[in-house]
């Protein structure tokens, strides 16, 4: 996979905060036939190795979105739908094989974790007990530590080129809207609607429970992974957007609720 340079300067922008221009990109990038940037998961409770992970992606045109330990990794796996996931295995609320499995136990159809996404264990334990043990768990891939970035790089481009023309499944309907998990396709009274990476991935976030309340807060954690609460201008001016391409047969989606955050539908489903 080649990544242009106006792809690998945009992941360089700053994690999705403040990403002028992104809606503009993306369509740029479906006008030339080109792959929409995939999100990368690095769950690993080394500061110093994560830091260097998620700039090393980024840099090569990656979204990249980071957890110390599994509770952040399963937030952000319901939430943020990674492409792909690094996967370290002492971590300090536990042990990483456990997430290993329990991606690979989700359920494919009511779950909000896809149970196919690729898993690329870096791991400093070696032995041959261990590697084992990972692919027994559900791993596709193994890399030790100290490990070369360019070789984990290579890894990962191979794994994304493997797993991209997954068959879709799991498609989720809530009234006229329908919504693909998988090929993030989105149709509203079956007229496909073309939406920036981040608005999809609010829209996912908010599908999932169509009727429930999310707080700004669960929605700049999940979408965006802000740790440091601030600025919720991002979210408003996502959801905007998204309120307004989703409405323009009339339907009535993303509702701001006053002083608390969004929810997708207002009560009861139309039809
Ligand atoms: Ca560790």
């Not at 110390?68 to 971590?91: N, T």
């Not at 809207?177 to 509203?188: F, I, T």
């Not at 969004?262 to 009560?267: E, S, T």
Request: aromatic residues 6%; positive net charge.
């Amino acid at each position: 996979m080649i990544r242009s340079v106006s792809g690998a300067r945009a992941g360089r922008t700053g994690g999705g905060f403040g990403h002028r221009g992104e809606g503009e990109f993306c369509a740029l990038q479906a006008l030339a036939g080109m792959e929409p940037r995939a999100t990368i998961l690095v769950v690993e409770d080394h500061g110093a190795t994560r830091t260097f992970l998620a700039d090393n992606l980024a840099a090569d045109g990656y979204d990249v979105i980071k957890a110390e330990g599994l509770s952040e990794a399963r937030h952000l796996l319901e939430r943020a739908f990674p492409d792909l996931a690094i996967v370290d295995l002492g971590l300090e609320d536990g042990d990483g094989l456990d997430l290993l499995s329990e991606v690979r136990a989700a359920d494919r159809i009511a779950g909000r974790v896809d149970p196919d996404l690729p898993l690329l264990v870096l791991s400093g334990r070696v032995s041959e007990l261990d590697r084992l043990r990972g692919f027994d768990r559900g791993c596709d891939d193994y890399i030790l530590k100290p490990f070369s970035y360019h070789e984990l790089s290579a890894r990962v481009r191979a794994l994304l080129r493997r797993t991209r023309h997954r068959p879709p499944t799991g498609r989720v309907r809530v009234g006229s809207l329908e919504l693909d998990p998988l090929s993030r396709q989105v149709w509203v009274r079956g007229q496909p609607v073309a939406l920036s990476k981040k608005e999809y991935a609010l829209l996912r976030a908010l599908a999932g429970e169509p009727t429930r309340v999310f707080t700004r807060e669960e929605l700049l954690r999940g979408v965006w992974n802000f740790r440091a609460m601030g600025t919720t201008r991002t979210l408003d001016s996502h959801a905007f957007r998204l309120r307004q391409k989703l409405g323009q047969g009339g339907d009535r989606f993303v509702i701001n609720v006053w002083g608390v955050g969004y929810r997708l539908v207002d009560g009861g489903l139309e039809r």
